[in-house]
Structures are given as C-alpha cells and as structure tokens.
C-alpha cells in the first residue's frame, strides 16, 4: 500500500506524477527528451539502459516496466532478458555493452565510473553525447526507482498491464495523456 493517497487506477511512477503535476510535468518532459528524443541510440537501446538501471536497483515496477517497453521497441523478449542475466553474454553491440556497463557504474555510484569505462566506450564508437546520455539516463532511473519505491507506489504482477502501457508508451511516448488517466479506471489491476 502506498505511503501517500495515490490514484488506485495508476500504479507505479505514473500515480506520482499524476499526484503532483508541478514535479510531474518536468519529468515527463526530461524523460521524453532523453527516451524519445532525437539520438543516434535508438529508442529501444535507451530503454534498455533503464531496464538495466532499474533491475540493478532491484525497482521491480520499473524493471518490469521497461523491460515490457523494450520488449515491444525490439519485437523480440531476449535481448532485455539478456541484459538482465549479463551484459557481456547479451546479443547488443560492444558499444552497448560499453555503455551498459557505464549505466550500472552510475547506478552503484556517480564516482563508480572510470576513466578505462568512459575510454571503452569511445574504443567501442560511442561518441561523447551517448556517454552523456547514457549517464544522465541511468542517473534519472536511479531517482525513478527510488522514487517509486521510496513511496511503496503499486507494482501489479499481471504482464497484460506492462504490455498495455508499453504500447502506449510506444505510441504516445512519455508526454502526459491530453485526455488525461481517467479511461484506466475500473480496470482491474492486480
């Protein structure tokens, strides 16, 4: 149950942003830059950066979320469960097991990442803004995830649900909804 009254029909991140509109709406707007934004990682390498991050922070809302986000980007389910056992045995280019393993640095500690990371990353084609954003990513799902969890949003356990909002999320990306949340009442989340 939640630490705070949060909207029974919004689990996880979406009911805080939903709580607190003023906080809200500058991190959808970061979120959809970072995610959705122009960028030579593709969408689905991005979010495999907050699978990655948010499985490290062992955040399941967030973990199962964007596993389910990825899933979708890809058409495929193995490469974020890939990612989740091991980077290095993933089916992603060196470049992304580069910046993966950059992302779990962050995720340990800002002062975790090395200079020989950041260096194998460049040896692997990565180019200065996609170690920027590689960093900044991690960095704001490591506050996602403390956030969600942090505030013990609900975490539903059906996979329906993560595949319904990652179509969305595919569709509409991370912009708030003009019509808002309100069509998601009475479903059933469990």
């Known amino acids: 149950m939640p630490y705070i009254p949060l909207e029974a029909h919004l689990p996880g991140i979406t ?7 003023e906080s809200g709406e500058p991190i959808r707007e970061l979120t ?3 995610l959705r934004g122009p960028s030579t990682l593709t969408e689905g390498e991005r979010e495999l950066i907050a699978t990655a991050v948010s499985h490290r922070n062992a955040c399941r809302f967030c ?11 890809f058409g495929e389910h193995e490469t974020s ?18 910046l993966l393993t950059i992302a779990l640095q962050v995720a340990e500690s800002g002062k975790s990442v090395t200079a020989g990371s950041i260096q194998r990353a ?4 990565a180019i200065d803004v996609e170690i920027h954003d590689t960093v900044l990513i991690a960095s704001l799902f490591c506050l996602y995830n ?8 609900v975490t539903p356990n059906n996979p329906d649900f993560y595949e319904g909002m990652a179509n969305r999320l595919k569709e509409h990306g991370y912009v708030r909804l003009e019509e808002g949340y309100d069509h998601l009442k009475g479903q059933h989340i469990e």
Do not use: F, W
């Open 63 to 73: 973990t199962t979320a964007h596993t389910a986000i990825a899933d979708v980007l």
């Open 81 to 98: 469960a890939k990612v989740k056992e091991n980077i290095m045995t993933a089916p992603v280019s060196g470049k992304m097991k580069a």
């Open 146 to 153: 403390r956030y969600v969890d942090g505030l013990a949003t």
């Open 15 to 21: 009911g805080l942003l939903e709580y607190s509109p």
């Open 122 to 125: 460049k040896d692997e084609g």
């Open 32 to 34: 959809q830059v970072l």
